[in-house]
Structure formats: structure tokens, C-alpha cells
């Protein structure tokens, strides 16, 4: 194993050190690579490269890191062949190459400007003293001062703190030899999220389910031919409140893989592990699929949801409302319904073949992560041929600031070509009791009760209830 010298206080004795001969490792040694990535802006990168080093002090450039990498996270190992040696300082240069910052290293100094003749097109130099960058270049040409300028700049050659790419530099004491060593460390701009399509039978009775992976990659850096492993569930990390330029993301083409994904529970979330590697572009946006489900059977209800504020002491309301029925779809996670796995959170998005046999998105909506055996419920939007309205046909306060009586009456009307029961859903705060009803009320929870209100095709039906609050 290396050892990681924790260096406090001891400035003076690195500076007293001279380091030897300078070795780079970049991406062109790399043996193997593997990324875990967090619903969260979070990844994990484990890489093995081989290294050949020489006996003495020296320092090592490990290049091809991600440029959003967390420095703190490096953890090294030694797989094979090299004989101990000790890290005595790391450092992190991301300070990368950039027409701005090569400018703003050369402020104070003179610059070469290249000139076109605009007619006979012949090149001529000239002299700048560059002044400042703030807005723009400012130059002192002779004894004048220019605010930009046609010419194209040449410069000498570039600043050694400026780097070409991000960069880990570790100074190292080492007996010398050959082998391998794994690297892994944590950085941001890794995300993945799971999509659902659901594709709806004739009579809305099953559907079938394609579950696909987003993966956004905008850490800084590409992983080439990588074994890929996705993590569900929400890790805690110590918030650090670090402003990090985000980049634009470029969108690839799908990418369909065959069966084969694994899961299973690791510590308290879920390890998906997918089953052939893959290559993550910097700047890119990838999809690859999870599962597929066939002949999952569901349940679509039409619910009037609560409306608030109906029991407030006083509260009266006048003339008839117009509320809204929701149409929602509820399915079991069990392998009973051809499903049976951990779902991860994402958007389920459900289509519908139409008359033409074309398909039509009729709704969607995000789940959270859903444990197997658990239900699931989605609302999909609001029935066109299905209105409630409400009055409120009386109020009375039976004891002043303690004891009202409410009475309502829902109609629902329905204008499809088929039965329908609507789910009336009434929130009530306090000591509550039914009165007197229409249909049977179901006490779901302390503050909840249920009425199932069956609606005959193109005709209507009335749910009338009187409750007392205390």
C-alpha cells in the first residue's frame, strides 16, 4: 500500500527538497477504467495504469483527470510490481490553457501583433505592451494607448502555471520499478435518471414498461470502453459551498443494450451494474436500457381530489363550484405483475395507440425510488368528459367557535360511453362525524374519508353527505 504523508507545518523542509526527474502518466497507460455514478452530481472513478519509476525523489504528472474532481477523494493502491514508495505532497493544477487566461498571464508584458495589409494582404509586425484584459485587451503601442486592436496576437510561448489539461502532481520517494496502481477519487458533473415508458393496452388494463438510464457526463474528462455501475438512493455528503462553472451538454444518439443488467442491495441502496462497457464522452448525455416489462397489470381510477379550506369555522361559499376529475394509474411492483424490481426514481411517460395505430402521449408523471412489493400510483392529467361541481347546501354553527355542521352535494356528470366510478376524496380537520350520506363513506385516515360514486354513461350521479365538525 502507498502511504500518504500528512504534511503540517513542514513548508520549509519541502522547500529544502529538490525534486528529480519529472514522469507524466496520461490516459494512453490506462489498463482499465471503471465509473460508478450517484443520482446526485456524484461519480466515482477507479482507474488502473501502469507505471515504470526509477529509484530517487521525483515527481509524477498524472494526467487525464476529471477537471471537477474532488482532490481530497484520491485514494491510491498498488496492484502489482512496485516496491513501496511514499507520496510526500499532491497537488491539483486546473488552471487549463484559454485564449483569456493566456492574455491575462502576459498583462505587463510585450506582445506581438500581427498585421494585415488590407489591400496587398502582406503580414507586418509590430510591438504591443498589453495593460489590461478587464473588458477587453488594452495596449500601449509607442506612446499611444489602444482599446483592442485588428492585429492577431503572437505570443513567446506559454506560462508554466498554465496547463494543457487537469493534472494531479505528486512528489514521490520511491525505490524504483514496474507495475500497476489504482487510482479512484469522486468528482461532480456525473448524473443518471431513469425514464419509463409505458405503452397502455386497448382497454387500459395492462401496459407494457421500458425502463432506460440517462447518463450526463460534464466532470471534465472521457472514460473510455468503461464497466459502468449505477447507484440508487440518496447518499449524504457534507454540503461545500464551491462555485463551479457549468458546461454546455451535447445530446449522443440512444444506445440499446441486451438483457443482462444486475441488481442488487448494497448498504442501504441499490447497485445497478450494466453488462457490457460503454464510453462516456465528455459533454455528453447517453441512454442506455435498464429493463423491460411485459403484460403489467394496472388500475385506472378517476378521483376528485380534497379541496382545502371546505371545514374552516364560518367558512361559506356561494353558488356552484366546477372541480376538476383526475385520471390516475396504480400498478403493483411484485413479480406477481411482471415487475418485481427496485424501480429507480424517474419519469414515467404513458402512451396510447390511437384509431391509426399511431402512438399518443396521454400522460406522465415522476416517481420516486419504489422498493419491489410496493404500490404505485401516477397522475396522468384530467378527465375531459368527466365534471364535478359542488354547493354547498347548508352550514350551522351548533356551538358558537366550537361545534358547525357542513352539508355538501357533488354532482358528477358523465359524458363517455361507459360506466364509471369516481373516487371523491374529502379532507376533513378536527373531531369529525358523518351524518348523513348518499353512498357509503370509508374513514381512510383521521383527516380523510373516501366516497365510491358509481356514474352511469351519459347521465350523472349525486353524492350528498352532512358532517359535523367540532
Known amino acids: 500500500m502507498i502511504r500518504w504523508l500528512v504534511l503540517v507545518g513542514v513548508v520549509a523542509a519541502l522547500a529544502s527538497v529538490s525534486y528529480g526527474q ?4 496520461t490516459a494512453e497507460e490506462r489498463k482499465d477504467v471503471s465509473v460508478t455514478v450517484y443520482n446526485e452530481d456524484l461519480g466515482l472513478i477507479r482507474e488502473v495504469r501502469e507505471l515504470k519509476l526509477p529509484a530517487g525523489v521525483l515527481s509524477l504528472r498524472f494526467q487525464d483527470v476529471a477537471s471537477r474532481i474532488d482532490p481530497t477523494s484520491v485514494n491510491v493502491e498498488v496492484l502489482r510490481g512496485l516496491r513501496d514508495f511514499t507520496v510526500v505532497e499532491q497537488n491539483y493544477e486546473f488552471d487549463l490553457i484559454s485564449p483569456n487566461k493566456l492574455m491575462e498571464k502576459y498583462i505587463g508584458r510585450m506582445i506581438e501583433l500581427v498585421v494585415k495589409h488590407p489591400r496587398t494582404g502582406e503580414e507586418s509586425s509590430l510591438s504591443a505592451k498589453l495593460l489590461s484584459m478587464n ?4 495596449y500601449r503601442i509607442d506612446e499611444e494607448i489602444h482599446v483592442g486592436h485588428p492585429g492577431r496576437v503572437v505570443l513567446p510561448g506559454i506560462p508554466e502555471n498554465l496547463i494543457a489539461r487537469p493534472t494531479l502532481i505528486w512528489f514521490l520517494d520511491s525505490r524504483g520499478g514496474e507495475g500497476e496502481i489504482e487510482v479512484s477519487y469522486l468528482t461532480s458533473g456525473m448524473n443518471w435518471k431513469a425514464d419509463y415508458v409505458a405503452l397502455l393496452g386497448d382497454k387500459d388494463e395492462i401496459m407494457d414498461v421500458t425502463a432506460w438510464v440517462t447518463l450526463t457526463n460534464t466532470s471534465g474528462a472521457g472514460y473510455r470502453d468503461a464497466k459502468l455501475k449505477l447507484i440508487a438512493g440518496k447518499v449524504h455528503r ?3 459551498k464551491v462555485t463551479i462553472p457549468r458546461r454546455e451538454v451535447e445530446t449522443a444518439a440512444a444506445m440499446a443494450l441486451k438483457p443482462g443488467v444486475v441488481e442488487e442491495p448494497f448498504f442501504e441502496y441499490h447497485l445497478y451494474t450494466l453488462p457490457r462497457r460503454t464510453t462516456l464522452k465528455d459533454n455528453q448525455t447517453k441512454q442506455v436500457e435498464l429493463l423491460k416489462a411485459h403484460q403489467v397489470g394496472l388500475v385506472k ?6 379541496k382545502r379550506a371546505l371545514y374552516r369555522p364560518g367558512r361559506r361559499y356561494k353558488g356552484v363550484e366546477k372541480e376538476h376529475v383526475v385520471v390516475m394509474i396504480r400498478f403493483e411492483n411484485t413479480e406477481q405483475n411482471n415487475l418485481g424490481k427496485p424501480l429507480p426514481a424517474g419519469i414515467f411517460r404513458f402512451y396510447k395507440k390511437d384509431s391509426g395505430g399511431n402512438l399518443q402521449l396521454v400522460g406522465e408523471d415522476m416517481i420516486e425510488h419504489v422498493p419491489r412489493d410496493e404500490k404505485v400510483s401516477l397522475r396522468l392529467g384530467e378527465a375531459f368528459d368527466i365534471v364535478a361541481e359542488r354547493i354547498q347546501t347548508d352550514y350551522k354553527e351548533i356551538s358558537k367557535g366550537k361545534v358547525y355542521e357542513y352539508e355538501y352535494k ?4 358523465n359524458a363517455k360511453d361507459e360506466d364509471v366510478t369516481v373516487r371523491v376524496e374529502e379532507d376533513i380537520r378536527g373531531d369529525w362525524e358523518i351524518l348523513q350520506y348518499t353512498h357509503d363513506p370509508y374513514k381512510e385516515s383521521a383527516h380523510r374519508v373516501i366516497f365510491q360514486v358509481p356514474v352511469p354513461k351519459r347521465s350523472e350521479s349525486i ?8
Open 22 to 25: 519529472t514522469l507524466e502518466s
Open 463 to 470: 353524492l350528498s353527505y352532512r358532517v359535523r365538525v367540532r
Open 238 to 240: 457534507v454540503e461545500r
Open 135 to 138: 473588458g477587453g485587451p488594452i
Open 410 to 413: 357533488i354532482t358528477l356528470h
Open 301 to 306: 381510477e378517476y378521483i376528485l381530489p380534497p
